[in-house]
């Protein structure tokens, strides 16, 4: 169902609002509004994460498949976790490096966890959580 749309004034200094007006050019977006409706939802979605709420996110992991174990491991903890890891591609990025990439729902906290102890196993090169939402409760 759409939502009604409201229109409303805001009250910003001339500075704060000409460099506002110069970083939505530079990002591309039509007018403000589309531009100041996308920062609202960024709140509302970190928002979601932080008060634990069902959420959506990507985790991306860089690792070395040749250190002992460590494929054993990320399978395990996905395996333990299954419930919140909904899909994982895999890419053989060379002879050493693999690139995997999940995706998760679950809680933000428990999503945040599950992201903090993959990176943190040993010969992890890289990993980073990509935070979004599930829409539901975003317009
Ligand atoms: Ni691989």
Same mark, same amino acid.
Do not use: C, I
């Given at each position: 169902m759409m939502s009604r749309l409201v229109r409303f004034g805001v009250s910003m200094e001339e500075e704060l609002l000409a460099?506002?007006?110069a970083l939505i050019r530079e990002l591309g977006y039509a007018n403000r509004s589309e531009a100041l409706r996308?920062?609202?939802?960024?709140r509302?979605?970190?928002?979601?994460?932080?008060e634990g709420e069902e959420v959506v996110g990507v985790i991306i992991l860089l690792y070395d498949h040749r250190k002992r174990e460590l494929s054993d491991e990320l399978v395990e903890l996905q395996h333990h976790h299954h419930h919140l890891v909904i899909a994982t591609l895999h890419v053989h990025l060379d002879e050493a490096n693999c690139l995997e990439i999940l995706a998760v729902r679950g809680p933000g906290t428990e %999503?945040?966890?599950?992201?903090?102890?993959? +990176?943190?196993?040993?010969?992890?090169?890289?990993?980073? %959580?990509?935070?979004?939402?599930?829409?539901? +409760?975003?317009p």
């Open positions: 460099r506002f007006d996308d920062l609202v939802r960024e509302l979605v970190q928002k979601e994460w932080r %999503l945040q966890r599950l992201a903090e102890n993959l +990176r943190s196993l040993k010969g992890v090169k890289h990993g980073q %959580l990509a935070a979004t939402s599930t829409g539901k +409760r975003l």
